[in-house]
């Protein structure tokens, strides 16, 4: 049972780290690039090396002058100078690949989102949702820009370095060739702790997030209530949360680079100590004499034998951290994009072509809870003629929202929805925008002027189009006494405006478009009488030969509609409209 | 500088911690230069040494073993020691900012948008640890490094110490302050663009039923591909700096390195400097430049840092729109409400109220009715001060409310406003928000005068049921019977309800207001409403037109 949960956890995690490079082969050139470039800056580090040992040779053994070195001296200098620009080239290289990668991988994540249902976000947190997108997909770039790079040249340098030495110095050479595969084995064992408590780290910084973008919307109830302080503590608390759990990754994480740093040490340390004895003559290994060149080139090259498997160790936690967050995007999204097919076109709403009146037939509608405990909607089941206005009355929580939701393919749901020849789930998501008007029950606004948002409703609208749909919303009458009128920007979620305000904005949004079903919810409610009657008289106007479905509690929105439904035990049934002109 | 400077007293408060980190850092650097230039210095004699005459092995050969050994442990601990302390930071850096918030909501929403909040606490936050770790304890390492090896140099060797002063400040202070400033722009940038992509992002969140019954999803997307871009240029700029920098550290490491091999073998030829010296002080002053490659590789994300530091100040230093009096005087007893003669508007064009006078007795319930956006929510928000009058007084039991400390008043007055939000959190935990030390019977009494009892009744974990994020799985009417319940649960003896039934349909909502006198308790009441109000649910229901008040007579 449990190798099996292990095995299936093996298999995940293969089938994220194929995934990750699958990224990498997005940008094939720039990857190989960032790739080649310390390789090529490796062998040119040889050479050098080798040059540095010789003059040093000449000069204290050979007792040679300067000006006779100074070919050699003149060719160090070269290469230093080549391979500072291999460094700019490749690392300029690895970044722009990473920063392409992160734009291809947040476009497919954000596509993804606005493209599933909006029951798939409301069930998660958009702190969560955000952080994923903005934070998460950043932590993408070390493992791209640095990991990937040093990786292969951990896996290629120190060998390549050893073998260099071996005709040099065998001994020294074998030393580095034992030693340096040692180190990524070590590293491993290390690598594997880092992962897991790097991962506990991605979840408590998306909580963090989330925790904070609650509180900060409600700072202003904490505030009367006099819980701000005792909120504060709280944010300190998640915030030392973070920080034992960060601290647990980077304790197993700095272990790693504490065996890279014993082994390159030991290295240096180890060639010194022989190198010196056997000039000493206290360690004979060897048939020939050993000169100084050789000595100093065995000391040189020591360091940098385990330098790229200390870069490795460097970024290695860019690893950790970028399958950790891979891990919890394949939680949150369930499924990681797939990001080397074409993508979807974006859907065009076809702004023309007057939609008529749709019938809506609706049989066997059965919508559960979120949890899906109880049902909202039972087998509900009625018929509206096209042309048609219909109320729905019911108690708060009844599921009125939920109908209309249903309808307009808002909501995942059981049985059948015809909207006239037409099933609800057949039709192209264009073709039903354009015929299905659909105003929720907490309409928001975003960042711009009302205007803009107006527009919203139809993008290619004239000024004078939304200025129309303005007034008939009862939006001029709050938004002509504003300095600037309808270009007035408001804040995001509509700060600055009233709830009722906000609302009349997006009910605007409906009168620019042409839909043969209107699906309104709740469209007056926090409005006062005078208004109330007036945006009814807009609705039932520009209603005139269209079906349209309202859910109200208002009894005078009802009063104003052909026939009236109430949600009863999950079923839509009709009011005798007689009953009904009583009531109102 | 100057706003990073702002938050010194933040890193002497942790002042041991990071003190002992600058400590472990110079240790680590002068042990991995000494190893390589013991090693070279031991090496080169040893071969100028004929076999068979008396070398001191013993010496050379501990220091060697010695320096790696303390090298390891000094640079793991350096490291922990470090990350542990600047983490420590971010905790008090988050409450501190949180706390400096409080006072200053609520904000001006159409400047500090929610999504730039949230980035400014966490990502703006999280930037300023790289100010310790990343550039002052390796420029103060670099700084002891780097002047123990000149003086080292300069002993040694004439001319070195110039050289080497030169390359290795250049490399660890110059090139630094040069990149700082050059990523100064591309990393202010990167922070808006990042926030403008949170923003995107909430926006297709929070909106996301809207964008798609509108068709707008690819209008959406478009948005965020232009945020995204920008992002990625930005950041692409950044890092060009950052890889600029360590290929001249690079650079400048060997143009270091060649001045002194040129100055030394002079010495060396003229016999002023041994050979196994020459070798010592070459490989130490290599191994030295390690220091200036870490400090260059964080030059980049110390402009962001800058950046983040000035914002985080920007938005704690906004003045908060109402202070407290400095001696505020004690809110006497009583539950009594006056305006006398108030004015109030945002916009001089669009003035709210206008010499406003309401008498509210102790325990009365009124009624304030009247248009949407007529300025109800208003008076309800000044009598929380929420804002401050521009003219007249507003009085709760006969004090003005200006001369009273904020808490007093918040604990003496409640407000249900309609903008308040159900917490990430349980059932509980919502309610207690009202009062935190209120026991399970009190909260069912609040939930059954909210009617909101049977519900939660329902409910398979009762008062503890979780409730996502904006309470999403609660209907609007849920959510707002919630609120109101935590309301009705405070202690505050004066109750301000803004539009309490909003979502609720007419039979709860009638039923709600027929209970108002019980569930109030005799409270004073003040009651913004659209919903119709029979016969003695109210004292008096006065109507708000035109910034004026005028009792109605329905």
Same mark, same amino acid.
């Given at each position: 049972m449990e190798t099996a949960a292990a095995k299936g956890s093996g298999d995940r995690d293969r089938a994220q780290a194929r995934w990750m490079m699958g990224l990498w082969r997005l940008v094939r050139v720039l990857a190989a690039v960032s790739v080649a470039a310390p390789l090529i800056s490796g062998a040119l580090l040889v050479v050098q090396a080798y040059l540095l040992a010789h003059v040093l040779h000449g000069a204290i053994v050979g007792g040679e002058a300067r000006d006779a070195l100074l070919p050699s001296i003149l060719a160090i200098a070269g290469l230093i100078g080549a391979r500072s620009l291999l460094a700019f080239a490749g690392e300029r290289a690895g970044v722009r690949a990473a920063e392409a990668v992160k734009s291809k991988l947040r476009k497919a994540l954000f596509g993804r989102l606005v493209g599933e249902d909006p029951t798939w976000t409301a069930s998660r947190s958009s702190g969560a949702l955000a952080n994923m997108i903005v934070d998460q997909v950043e932590a993408l770039e070390g493992f791209f820009a640095r990991y990937m790079p040093a990786l292969v040249a951990a896996a290629i340098l120190p060998l390549a370095f050893a073998i260099t030495v071996l005709p040099v110095e065998p001994v020294v050479g074998l030393l580095f060739l034992v030693t340096a595969p040692l180190i990524p084995v070590f590293m491993a064992l290390v690598g594997w702790g880092a992962e897991a408590a790097s991962r506990n780290h991605v979840q408590a910084m998306a909580r963090l997030s989330g925790l904070f973008a609650d509180r900060l919307r409600g700072i202003v109830t904490l505030k009367l209530f006099g819980r701000a302080e005792a909120e504060a503590a709280r944010v300190e608390a998640a915030s030392d949360e973070l920080r034992r759990r960060t601290l647990g990754v980077l304790k197993v994480a700095f272990l790693s680079s504490a065996v890279l740093e014993f082994f390159a040490a030991l290295g240096v340390a180890g060639v010194a100590l022989y190198v010196g004895l056997t000039y000493l003559g206290l360690i004979d290994f060897r048939s020939t004499a050993l000169t100084l060149q050789a000595g100093l080139f065995c000391l040189l090259m020591a360091p940098e034998v385990y330098s790229p498997l200390r870069q490795l160790a460097v970024h290695y936690h860019d690893r950790a951290a970028a399958k950790a967050a891979i891990a919890e995007m394949a939680v949150l999204f369930e499924t990681l994009p797939d990001l080397t097919t074409l993508e979807a076109p974006a859907v065009a709403v076809p702004s023309g072509g007057a939609a008529a009146a749709m019938p809506l037939t609706v049989n066997d509608l059965t919508v559960k809870t979120p949890d899906g405990r109880s049902l909202v909607l039972d087998e509900a089941g009625f018929t509206i003629a096209p042309g048609e206005h219909v109320a729905i009355l019911g108690e708060s929580g009844i599921g009125k929202s939920t109908l209309l939701e249903a309808i307009a393919r808002l909501r995942t749901c059981d049985g059948d929805i015809k909207l006239g020849a037409w099933d609800l789930r057949d039709l192209d998501e264009s073709d039903l925008r354009s015929r299905v008007a659909f105003l929720g029950q907490r309409p928001r606004l975003f960042q711009g002027s009302i205007a803009d948002n107006i527009r919203l409703g139809r993008r290619d609208a004239s000024d004078d189009e939304v200025r129309a749909a303005a007034e008939k919303a009862q939006v001029s009458v709050f938004a002509n006494v504003l300095e600037h009128g309808l270009e007035t920007v408001i804040g995001d *979620? *509509?700060? *600055?405006?009233s709830g009722g305000e906000a609302h009349r904005v997006a009910l605007a949004r409906i009168f620019l478009r042409d839909p043969g079903l209107l699906l309104l919810d709740e469209p007056t409610a926090h409005l006062d009488a005078t208004t109330e009657a007036r945006v009814i008289t807009a609705i039932r106007e520009f209603a005139a030969g269209r079906t349209l479905i309202v859910a109200t509690h208002s009894l005078k929105v009802a009063s104003a509609m052909d026939r009236v439904f109430r949600i009863v035990h999950g079923k839509v049934v009709p009011v005798r409209s007689t009953a009904r002109k009583d009531a109102a | 500088m100057k706003a990073l400077l702002s938050f010194a007293p933040f890193f002497v408060r942790r002042g041991g911690a990071f003190l002992m980190a600058l400590g472990l850092a110079v240790v680590t650097l002068a042990a991995g230069a000494g190893l390589l230039g013991v090693s070279g210095w031991f090496l080169t004699g040893a071969a100028l040494t004929s076999a068979g005459v008396a070398f001191n092995l013993f010496g050379p050969s501990a220091l060697v073993r010695g320096l790696s050994f303390v090298r390891i442990v000094s640079r793991y601990g350096e490291k922990l020691v470090g990350h542990d302390a600047t983490l420590r930071l971010l905790a008090d850096l988050r409450g501190w900012q949180f706390r400096r918030l409080i006072p200053r909501v609520p904000l001006d929403g159409r400047t500090w948008r929610r999504g730039d909040l949230v980035s400014r606490l966490t990502a703006d936050i999280d930037a300023l640890d790289t100010v310790f770790l990343s550039a002052l304890g390796p420029i103060a390492t670099a700084l002891a490094v780097g002047a123990a090896m000149i003086v080292v140099l300069a002993w040694c060797l004439p001319g070195a110490g110039l050289v080497y002063g030169l390359g290795f400040f250049g490399a660890a202070l110059g090139l630094p302050a040069v990149l700082i400033v050059a990523a100064r722009t591309p990393g202010e940038t990167a922070m808006a663009a990042s926030a403008d992509l949170r923003m995107a992002v909430l926006d297709g969140i929070e909106g996301h039923t809207d964008l798609r019954a509108l068709g707008a999803t690819g209008w959406a997307r478009e948005g965020f591909t232009a945020a995204s871009a920008r992002l990625q240029r930005a950041r692409t700029r950044q890092a060009t700096i950052g890889a600029l920098g360590n290929a001249l550290v690079q650079a400048l490491a060997g143009v270091t390195l060649v001045g002194l091999l040129w100055i030394g073998l002079e010495a060396h030829h003229a016999g002023s400097l041994d050979g196994p010296v020459l070798v010592g002080l070459l490989l130490a002053s290599l191994g030295s430049f390690e220091i200036a490659l870490s400090i260059v590789r964080s030059a980049g994300r110390l402009g962001a840092a800058q950046a983040a530091a000035r914002r985080v100040k920007a938005l704690s230093a906004t003045a908060p729109a109402v202070q407290d009096v400095a001696n505020p005087l004690p809110l006497p007893c009583g539950n009594s409400v006056s305006f006398e003669n108030v004015c109030f508007g945002y916009d001089p064009r669009r003035p709210v109220l206008e010499d406003l006078s309401l008498h509210v007795a102790s325990g009365e319930r009124i009624a304030l009715i009247g248009s949407s956006g007529s300025g109800k929510s208003t008076i309800l928000s000044l009598l929380l001060r929420l804002a401050d009058t521009k003219a007249g007084t507003v009085r709760v039991a006969g004090e003005n409310i200006a001369d009273v400390a904020q808490d007093e008043l918040h604990r003496r007055v409640a407000l249900l406003s309609q903008d308040t939000p159900v917490f990430l959190g349980t059932i509980r935990d919502n309610l207690l928000i009202g009062k935190p030390d209120a026991d399970t019977p009190e909260c069912w009494r609040a939930l059954t005068a909210a009617r909101l009892d049977a519900f939660v009744r329902g409910l398979p974990e009762g008062l503890d049921t979780w409730l996502g994020e904006a309470g999403r799985t609660l209907s609007a009417g849920q959510a707002r019977r919630l609120c109101l319940a935590r309301v009705l649960l405070s202690s505050a003896s004066v109750i301000a309800l803004d539009e309490p039934t909003s979502g609720l349909d007419p039979e709860t909502e009638r039923d709600f207001m027929s209970d108002l006198s019980v569930a109030t308790g005799g409270r004073t009441v003040l009651l913004a409403t659209h919903a119709g109000l029979a016969p003695g649910m109210v004292d008096r229901v006065y109507r708000l037109e035109a910034g004026r008040l005028a009792l109605s007579e329905s």
């Open positions: *979620g *509509g700060v *600055g405006l | -």
